[in-house]
């Protein structure tokens, strides 16, 4: 959310740069058109950007690039925000979740050993006979388990750039259940 945030304060310095013909453009005005859009007419108020310099006058006003500029920065914005929205909502439904959690189950290897498991049973298509998402899943296992796995795309990356074995817990749960066969039938 806080990179979110910085990328629309950045958007808004454009606003900020361009304040003049920002108000002009949204208050609707149209008592500088002529000067601002038609042709071949350059517009020494507004910032010397470098891109001017390549726009074809032929072609191109003055303000139409700030003018696109502007509407795609609020469309950007707008989209930026409902994003912020959507992780602030997630945020807090998962917040409330694991408040409420009735499991008294704790998860006490490490993270990434569940992980590993998450993604060995999401493999296997054991659950939903394989159309379980991974997000759900590994929700799921953090709310059963009471713990927060993280950033569990990143952890599965670096469990396949393993040097050794990729598959180090589930090797070990094979281990613990074989060896648990062989003491019972002692």
């Known amino acids: ?42 517009d ?8 001017h310099f390549f726009v074809d006058d032929e072609f191109a006003t003055s303000q139409d690039t700030t003018v696109a500029m502007i509407m795609a920065y ?3 914005i707008v989209y930026l925000q409902q994003e912020i929205e959507k992780l602030e ?25 569940l992980i590993e498991l998450i993604y060995a049973l999401h493999s296997s298509g054991a659950i939903n006979s394989g159309t379980a998402d991974i997000k ?14 993280g950033n569990y795309y990143h952890t599965f990356m670096e469990i396949r750039a393993r040097k050794s074995s990729k598959t ?16 019972s039938d002692e």
């Open 44 to 51: 020494l108020r507004s910032p010397t950007e470098s891109y």
């Open 1 to 42: 959310m806080k990179y979110l945030n910085a990328h629309i304060n950045k958007l808004q310095v454009y606003f900020n740069d361009n304040l003049d013909f920002y108000h002009y453009y949204r208050r609707g005005a149209t008592t500088l058109d002529e000067e601002y859009f038609i042709r071949g007419k350059a």
């Open 74 to 76: 609020d469309m950007l």
């Open 168 to 183: 180090k817990f589930m090797d070990k749960l094979t281990d613990s259940l074989n060896r648990r066969f062989e003491d």
């Open 89 to 113: 909502t997630n945020n807090s439904v998962y917040q409330n979740a694991m408040k409420n959690s009735s499991s008294k189950l704790f998860w006490t290897g490490n993270k990434t050993e």
């Open 136 to 149: 759900e899943l590994a929700s799921v296992f953090e709310l059963s388990f009471n713990i927060e796995l």
